[in-house]
């Protein structure tokens, strides 16, 4: 099993809910074990305040954004990009030597998470490697990494919508037994 399996689309389509359901489907169903993290928005009072990252293997959070007064190097639009919390997650969690997993599971490569060198010489080595591996990338990103990745001859691009989730979940669960 070696497929690599990248879900776009535009924002609010849907493409995070259909990643946990996937998750969902492969944790209870088919008794996998998955690595990989979320990056579900943080809200308070009903305003959308920032962005954590959520490990799916162990339920550990850490920050990755935050609107705010914070003295970080890294800013997308109103948000404080926290990369040195994010690089001490990906040491932390993401080495995969030694680990046994059925799937990575990526909930996004976007511009966040991009400002990490570390991330990205992740996501190089999980799409090189012999893994099945599902994410999500952002449909406008500009980035010479998801140029990368599109190039590779073992990358499966899969357009949602809000139309067609059911559609892209019986494909995904298909390619991925």
């Known amino acids: 099993m070696n497929e690599k399996i990248l879900i776009t689309g535009p924002p609010r389509c849907g493409k995070s ?17 998955i690595y990989g993290f979320l990056t579900p928005e943080i809200r308070e009072s009903g305003n959308r305040i920032g962005f954590d990252i959520v490990d799916i293997y162990s339920g550990k ?27 001490k997650y990906i040491g932390d969690n993401l080495s995969l030597e030694g680990k046994r997993a059925n799937l990575i599971v990526i909930d996004e490569i976007g511009k966040m998470e991009l400002f990490s060198k570390k991330f990205q010489n992740f996501i190089k080595n999980i799409f090189t490697s012999k893994m099945p591996v599902l994410a999500t990338i952002g449909l ?8 990368y990745l599109l190039n590779l001859p073992s990358i499966l691009l899969l357009n949602l919508d809000r139309r067609n989730s059911q559609l892209i979940f019986e494909k995904v669960i298909v390619l991925i037994p």
């Open 17 to 33: 809910i259909l990643i946990s359901k996937l998750i969902n489907y492969y944790t209870n169903e088919k008794n996998f074990t």
């Open 140 to 147: 406008k990103l500009n980035h010479p990494l998801k140029n």
């Open 61 to 87: 959070t850490s920050q990755l954004a935050r609107v705010g007064d914070f003295k970080t190097k890294y800013r997308v639009g109103k948000y404080n990009v926290f990369i040195e919390e994010f690089d």
